[in-house]
């Protein structure tokens, strides 16, 4: 599936970046010159049109985005499950008590341990897709990780206890 997006210019404001969605739809993104950023939603039938348009703060538009971003991540790595035999998914939360709280993700040599993937880190409502070996780790985390049920099972130990 490819996707159509289209950049208007609209002077004195700023940019408009349209998305069309495969029905047809056209949400919008307005860039204001001024900083500020609002989310459109166009008619069907004619698509100069908004029939609705609301105003983001920063921290609204990244939440969007995280959000976005993250249920696009965790429906490709079902996609990838679903396809590939032996590779599995698993969210493992960080128990408080685990040794590499407050410590970097490196830290654990999870990927040289395990044979694991830690593809991203869910901390309450933030999403850290794809984190670094110098990502922060804290009591609560999500780990999502995709492995084999084996290397899975390993990394859920060696976040619990360390390595053995």
Known sequence: ??????KVELPGIGTRHDVITEAGRRIGVVSHRSGKRELAVFDVDDPDAATDSIELSDGEASALADVL??????????????????????QLVLAPTSPYVGRVLGDTKARTRTST???????????????TP????RAGDTIIAVGT????????????TGPS
């Open 1 to 6: 599936m490819s996707v159509r997006i289209e």
């Open 69 to 90: 971003g993250a249920s696009v991540m965790l429906s490709q790595l079902v996609g990838i499950r679903e396809q590939a035999a032996g590779l599995a998914t698993e």
């Open 117 to 131: 993937s830690i593809v991203a880190i869910v901390r309450g409502t933030e999403v850290i897709p794809s984190p």
């Open 134 to 137: 110098d990502t922060p780790i």
């Open 149 to 160: 049920r084996l290397g899975l099972d390993a990394l859920a130990r060696l976040l619990s």
